[in-house]
């Protein structure tokens, strides 16, 4: 497919849990981005890549969250000792660069019990 | 801070009629402003923008003004269509922001009736 893919579509950890969350970004796209999005809220800035620098994680709420983007394309969420309060949906976002308009994966929806 | 706003969480219309959706923001220096439409159990679809340096922009069905004196900007559908029920985010993007870092709203529901 041509668009940003994300897996797992759905998951459920218990708490304490470490997680990783896989984002695909539309092939050749250089900027990537992570939002966190809780239920009724709009998506919330997490952090940016532009290729496989990290340039923005000012979004990222807590050292229990990682992201990386080793070579470039495929990127990682991980949520290390995972708490309630971080139960939302994590949507990917890439862009072929700059302020170009961000094109959205469909999300994974975590739920941590 | 919420700097992006929707106040009106949900918007009932009648197919046929125009749906306005209304957006405020906080930060003089948000510089470029987008609408993206969302269905349930997928991701954000981007629908229309604007950039400061204009107060419109039409596309099809779908027209955004921007109104920087009163940091407002709303999403126009004319006329609505059921495939049109879903929910709306209002996005900004600051000018300080060089890679368009995106804060957006809480949505607004849209349902249009038959």
């Known amino acids: 497919g041509a668009g940003v893919s994300q897996s797992p579509r759905y998951k459920v950890a218990k708490r304490g849990q470490d997680v990783a969350l896989r984002c695909d970004p539309i092939s050749g796209h250089v900027s990537l981005f992570w939002y966190q999005q809780a239920l009724g809220q709009g998506p919330e800035f997490l952090t940016y890549?532009?290729?496989?620098?990290?340039?923005?994680k000012s979004g990222l709420p807590s050292d229990r969250f990682f992201a990386e983007r080793p070579e470039g394309s495929v990127s990682t969420l991980k949520i290390q000792r995972t708490q309630q309060e971080d139960s939302a949906v994590y949507l990917c976002?890439?862009?072929?660069?700059?302020?170009?308009?961000?094109?959205f994966g469909p999300g994974t929806r975590l739920l941590v019990l | 801070d919420q700097q992006v706003k929707q106040n009106s969480p949900s918007l009932s219309v009648q197919e046929g009629r125009i749906s306005i959706l209304n957006c405020d923001y906080t930060?003089?220096?948000?510089?470029?402003f987008l609408w993206y439409k969302k269905y349930p159990a997928e991701g954000p679809t981007f629908l229309i923008s604007?950039?400061?340096?204009?107060d419109k922009n039409e596309d099809g069905r779908f027209t955004v003004f921007l109104n920087k004196s009163a940091k407002h900007l709303s999403l126009h559908i004319v006329p609505s269509q059921p495939g049109d029920s879903a929910v709306y985010f209002c996005?900004?993007?600051?000018?300080?922001?060089?890679?368009?870092?995106?804060?957006f709203g809480a949505g607004t529901q849209v349902v249009v009736t038959p």
């Open positions: 996005a900004a993007s600051g000018l300080t922001d060089s890679w368009g870092k995106l804060q």
């Open positions: 604007i950039s400061s340096i204009k």
């Open positions: 890549f532009q290729n496989e620098a990290q340039l923005d």
């Open positions: 976002a890439s862009t072929k660069g700059g302020k170009e308009t961000q094109y």
């Open positions: 930060n003089s220096m948000f510089d470029y």
